[in-house]
């Protein structure tokens, strides 16, 4: 009997440190990639997964003809263990309908703070991996997901925390309905301008949907924002093609040409060092 224990302990453990080994091997390191939304809404619960998916595939309005918006590429994710949606009353959250209080470049409009003070509900919407993604279909899926959501509670607001943007539901299926689909970048990405004691600078919102850190130029002169302004952009774009690359990376813009490093920081952010390339003549 004793040896019959043994051997199931035996086996036991070795099942547990083959799954800690597996489990430690489909992580990375300081990787993470997040895709999420939070949709906003009056007296309004999370709809059942079945009405989703059916909003999603079946009946969706933004599909074009020929062209679904989401198709089984897309549609394995409602099995994907690294989604995750819940919803929360404004009793027990109540600074999470006033994201912009804790996100300073969260600004919402007027018209935004409006429908967030009508709104008592918040679902939310989350996809988050720790091992490296193979593709970007999550980046068709999620925003998907959260205008069937919106239409499926009558929502009020779409908020995207990684890019910290707001959205009205018209303004939300607008730019989702496009040709191009979900995936392009205008959808998930944006570049703004900030300044501080040390002078100017600008900084991505929206590259932790890839797995990247955002991005932060060094200190520019106030002469050259929009040189700068579009050489982020430019590099986010890259970035969206080959997600891991750190570059250099040879831009040609306004007359010039121009190169652009990330360089590895602690913290949320990476520095994108960017400089000229000079003519040798």
Request: charged share 25%; aromatic share 10%.
């Amino acid at each position: 009997m004793q040896g019959a224990w043994w051997l199931l302990t035996f086996a036991l453990a070795f099942v547990l440190v083959l799954a800690w080994r597996w489990a430690k091997g489909s992580r990375e390191h300081g990787y993470l990639a997040v895709s999420e939304y939070w949709v906003y809404a009056k007296g309004a619960s999370m709809p059942r997964i079945e009405r989703i998916m059916e909003s999603m595939v079946k009946s969706n309005p933004l599909s074009k003809p020929h062209r679904p918006a989401i198709t089984t590429r897309e549609g394995v994710l409602f099995s994907d263990l690294r989604l995750r949606m819940t919803s929360a009353r404004r009793q027990a959250n109540p600074h999470a309908f006033r994201p912009d209080l804790f996100e300073p470049d969260a600004v919402p409009s007027g018209e935004i703070l409006a429908l967030l003070a009508r709104s008592d509900t918040f679902m939310r919407l989350r996809y988050l991996s720790e091992s490296r993604l193979a593709d970007t279909r999550h980046l068709q899926f999620m925003p998907h997901l959260a205008a069937a959501v919106c239409r499926l509670v009558d929502g009020t607001i779409v908020y995207d925390p990684v890019s910290q943007a707001f959205y009205t539901p018209e303004a939300f299926d607008k730019l989702l309905g496009m040709q191009e689909g979900a995936e392009r970048p205008e959808v998930h990405l944006r570049t703004l301008k900030k300044e501080g004691p040390d002078g100017v600078w600008y900084e991505s919102r929206g590259l932790r949907k890839l797995g990247c850190k955002e991005l932060r130029s060094d200190f520019q002169d106030t002469d050259s924002d929009v040189i700068v302004d579009h050489l982020l952009w430019e590099v986010c774009l890259r970035l969206f093609q080959e997600p891991g690359s750190l570059g250099p990376f040879e831009i040609e813009a306004f007359g010039g040409r121009f190169v652009a490093d990330i360089e590895r920081q602690r913290g949320e952010t990476n520095l994108l060092r960017l400089g000229r390339v000079r003519d040798p003549r």
